[in-house]
């Protein structure tokens, strides 16, 4: 079945060879990032790729495959060669793709989960025209203007998109989804009055601060360091915890043992302080989670992104 199959590449254990592990890296190494240069994949990305390289005594290379919604890199990296030379680094499209595309490039299954790095959150936004300060006040003001919530993200079945449609569900409103091509021109359109509530970034709390947009609740389960002063959603009585990750993926057909061995390097380059550091000054968890902790989260991930994208009948 295909939404388990991602988690079926956790479980799959290959023979593993001495040969295949004292080889490796025989070449340079290649991570691919499934979205554009530039980005905070991209550089996080490159931030552990200078420490793998200087562990492993080769070049880390960075390849940005993006399009499709991560879909195209990760089927690059799905129909890789299994020897360990071609990673992924990829976030919430290794869960929602599985759900939300009919025909995906790649079989799931054949990705494994080796680190989770990184764990973020967003914060509900709302113009300053919404007179909501609360997230129950904005439930109450939806209720008595059907269809007048928009809703920016960017883009259908991202982390805004389903941050925002899970708390519809949860506060039993309708919202009007606006889908942008990135969160930069929709954050525009919130502040110009175009749309008015969005999931961002905690680091768009400087909008708020500004007085320019206002912060309603956070979709951590707990208070953000950068804006200690929002209260979670579910603070405010609404379950809506939504979270996005980082984390590498590797071909599920590379040798258990080489897999566990570069798992376990991307564990102590998660736990370096220039790591955790650049984390932290992007408002996001530091985590070095191996392969068993990462695919359990993913199969919560999937269970309830599942529920979400079928209840608010979310399609491409």
Not at 1 to 25: H, I, V, W
Not at 174 to 182: A, E, M, S, T, V
Request: charged letters at 20%; aromatic letters at 8%; hydrophobic letters at 45%.
């Amino acid at each position: 079945m295909r939404r388990r199959s991602l988690l079926a590449g956790a479980l799959a254990a290959p023979a593993f060879t001495a040969r295949a592990q004292g080889g490796f890296p025989a070449r340079p190494v290649e991570i691919v990032v499934p979205y554009a240069a530039g980005g905070p994949t991209d550089r996080y990305a490159r931030a552990f790729a200078m420490q793998l390289g200087a562990r492993w005594g080769q070049s880390v290379v960075i390849n940005s495959k993006p399009g499709g919604a991560a879909a195209i890199g990760a089927a690059a990296v799905a129909n890789a060669a299994p020897d360990g030379h071609t990673l992924l680094l990829a976030s919430m499209g290794m869960v929602t793709n599985q759900i939300l595309f009919r025909n995906l490039a790649y079989d799931p299954a054949a990705l494994t989960p080796l680190c989770r790095i990184a764990l973020g959150g967003g914060i509900l936004f709302v113009h300053p025209s919404v007179t909501a300060t609360t997230p129950k006040e904005l439930q109450a003001w939806a209720r008595a203007r059907p269809g007048a919530l928009r809703f920016g993200s960017s883009g259908i079945g991202s982390t805004p998109h389903l941050s925002a449609e899970l708390f519809a569900w949860r506060a039993g409103i309708d919202i009007l989804h606006i889908p942008y091509r990135g969160t930069a021109p929709a954050m525009t359109d919130l502040i110009a009055g175009h749309i008015n509530a969005m999931f961002d970034s905690p680091s768009s709390i400087r909008y708020a601060r500004d007085g320019q947009i206002r912060a309603l609740g956070a979709s951590t389960p707990e208070r953000l360091p950068i804006a200690p002063d929002v209260p979670t959603l579910e603070e405010s009585g609404f379950d809506a915890t939504a979270r996005t990750f980082y984390g590498f993926f590797a071909p599920s057909a590379v040798p258990e043992a080489l897999r566990a061995r570069i798992a376990e390097d991307m564990r102590q380059v998660a736990l370096s302080e220039p790591i955790k550091a650049m984390f932290q000054e992007d408002a996001l968890e530091s985590h070095a989670d191996g392969p068993a902790d990462f695919a359990r989260f993913l199969a919560q991930q999937l269970e309830l992104w599942s529920a979400v994208i079928r209840e608010r009948k979310i399609t491409l």
